[in-house]
Nanobody, 123 residues
Framework: QVQLVESGGGLVQPGGSLTLSCAAS????????VAWFRQAPGKEREFVVM????????EYGASVKGRFTASRDNDENMVYLHMNSLNPDDTAIYYC????????????????WGQGTQVTVSS
């Protein structure tokens, strides 16, 4: 079992950058695929990025590719999402998730979720 806690959200101006963190507890963290999703008001939860167990494979969603960079540190049980060139469409609650199968971008493929952290992009 894995518990996830996100942090680092906040208000940022368009064109700015922000880094989100996800702290995981549980001794088997390195056996899980981790991912970031986001959900804007009135919209479905959207896939952002997934990272394989040892970060050998990383897949980004089309809307963030080239602007966001994800990483994980299995020694520290941490996951990071560095976001560049933010625009108002990136405004959402960002969630960290963990699951067992790489390649599935559907939210219901992930077993564990954090509580989310709000990112607001506005001038």
């Amino acid at each position: 079992q894995v518990q996830l806690v996100e942090s680092g959200g906040g208000l940022v101006q368009p064109g700015g950058s922000l880094t989100l963190s996800c702290a995981a507890s549980g001794r088997e963290f390195s056996t899980y695929i981790v991912a970031w999703f986001r959900q804007a008001p009135g919209k479905e939860r959207e896939f952002v990025v997934m990272i394989s167990r040892h970060a050998g494979d990383i897949e980004y969603g089309a809307s963030v590719k080239g602007r966001f960079t994800a990483s994980r540190d299995n020694d520290e049980n941490m996951v990071y999402l560095h976001m560049n060139s933010l625009n108002p469409d990136d405004t959402a609650i960002y969630y960290c998730a963990a699951g067992k199968y790489y390649g599935d971008t559907r939210p219901n493929a992930y077993d564990y979720w954090g509580q989310g952290t709000q990112v607001t992009v506005s001038s």
